[in-house]
């Protein structure tokens, strides 16, 4: 389902209706969500915030213009929160579009955040996910 494609060969023009994350991209207009993510979630009790990050997210999400690309969302990625941050994501593109910077590493058919052995260590087989990676 998911694919991986040369960022030469991506046509900018082109409608994707999937969730588009660039593996290498330096972006100047790239907008960081962390800090408000954060900043809404320090609304609830700690108890309280897994079930509140997609609302979180979304809510900042809603303040963004639509096509925006984003990047800096290492707080969604807190071990405490039992969420698979890809399948959120994902969700909240369908709803508005955006594109992302991973916040990791793509290795082979897979999205890497953080390092083996951390807590937050997280992997994502890219074929398992309706996603596109810019590679």
Known sequence: ?????????????????RLLIYGYMAADDAVSVNKFIAEELLKFKPSRRTMQLEKCFKKVLNTLPEGVVIQGIDVMFNPDYKVDVLMLLIASNKQKPFSLIW???????????????????RTYEISKYDIICVI
């Open 103 to 121: 916040p990791g590493r793509i290795e082979d058919d897979r999205l890497i955040y953080s390092e083996e052995g951390y807590p937050d260590y």
């Open 1 to 17: 389902m998911g694919m991986l494609i040369d960022r030469k060969k991506l046509a900018t023009s082109q409608k994707l209706y």
